[in-house]
């Protein structure tokens, strides 16, 4: 199948999958959310990313009601039922429910579980990205992975129209996240990365790279960073499940990083062979 789908019990194409109207994923965002790559029929980072997925339903107490391995064997199903040979994005969400509307917790409903596996372009590790930057407008629940986008989807909008590749968020001078990516920085042989506080995404991949950062040579300094120090940064950074991790040339107009090719080129080809040795897939 190029495409799978899951709701609430029912598998199908995602033609043939319905949500109901009173699912609060509908008229709140009341729920999280999570995904990732897959390929060969194998979720990559699958147990880190359901760890982050049951953080998030704590952190917004949704109680959901299955157990890891129940939901294991639902995303691992739609792995399956994809090309085999193709990369897909597995992507679940659970709300708190369906009910009549009503912004307290509604009493006696079980919370939905909606999921589906779609096409996903891994980002080859040569591609170099252009950004721009946005004042970070966001609330304070950054650190939950919850369906409430519309800050990112107006930050893609105005990255659409400046013809680049990504946002970077900043509140005040620091530096927080992209719009859809972690942000991280190479300077002096030190990968430095803003600490994992409600202000960004705890992202599996940016996790991966610290673990992965001595192998390529480098220390890991958790600390925030302003716009100044990333523009004067050695290499600028962007990592997500399907962007590992990619070097920034640009940063509104203005070239960045290009002082520490042998460090961000040693991070990619670690990050890589992790890659194939989970999925058998070389990016």
């Known amino acids: 199948m190029t495409?799978?789908?899951?709701?609430?019990?029912?598998?199908?194409?995602?033609?043939?999958?319905?949500?109901?109207?009173?699912d609060r994923a509908l008229y709140f965002g009341d729920g999280v959310y999570d995904a990732a790559a897959?390929?060969?029929?194998?979720?990559?980072?699958?147990?880190?990313?359901?760890d982050r997925f049951f953080n998030s339903c704590r952190l917004l107490e949704i109680k959901f009601h299955m157990s890891r391995d129940e939901l294991k064997d639902v995303l691992n199903t739609l792995a399956d039922m994809y090309d085999r040979d193709k990369v897909c994005m597995v992507y679940w969400?659970?709300?708190?429910?369906?009910?009549?509307?009503?912004?307290?917790?509604?009493?006696?409903?079980?919370?939905?579980?909606?999921?589906?596996?779609?096409?996903?372009?891994?980002?080859?590790?040569d591609r170099e990205y252009d950004i721009i930057s946005l004042e970070d407008k966001r609330f304070y629940f950054c650190n939950i992975k919850t369906l409430n986008l519309i800050p990112s989807v107006l930050g893609a909008q105005r990255e659409k129209e400046a013809d680049a590749d990504e946002v970077v968020f900043h509140r005040g001078s620091r530096v927080t996240e992209g719009a859809h990516r972690n942000v991280l920085i190479i300077k002096d042989g030190e990968l430095v990365t803003?600490?994992?506080?409600?202000?960004?995404?705890?992202?599996?991949?940016?996790k991966h790279l610290m673990e992965l950062a001595p192998s390529a040579g480098l220390k890991v300094k958790i600390q925030p960073f302003s716009?100044?120090?990333?523009?004067?940064?050695d290499e600028v950074i962007i990592s997500s499940s399907s962007t590992l991790c990619a070097r920034v040339r640009s940063v509104d107009g203005i070239p960045v990083g290009g002082k520490?090719?042998?460090?961000?080129k040693a991070?990619?080809?670690?990050?890589?062979?992790?890659?194939?040795?989970?999925?058998?897939?070389k990016i």
Request: aromatic fraction near 10%; glycine fraction near 10%; hydrophobic fraction near 40%.
């Open 38 to 50: 897959a390929v060969n029929g194998k979720i990559f980072a699958l147990d880190e990313h359901i």
């Open 93 to 125: 969400q659970s709300s708190r429910g369906c009910a009549v509307r009503g912004h307290s917790f509604p009493e006696g409903v079980k919370p939905t579980l909606m999921a589906f596996a779609s096409p996903l372009e891994m980002t080859p590790f």
């Open 227 to 233: 716009l100044t120090e990333l523009m004067n940064a």
């Open 3 to 22: 495409d799978a789908a899951y709701y609430n019990g029912k598998f199908g194409r995602m033609s043939e999958i319905s949500v109901p109207l009173t």
């Open 267 to 281: 991070l990619q080809g670690v990050y890589g062979e992790k890659f194939k040795e989970e999925t058998g897939y």
């Open 260 to 264: 520490d090719e042998a460090h961000i």
């Open 194 to 206: 803003p600490p994992a506080d409600e202000l960004i995404l705890p992202g599996i991949t940016r």
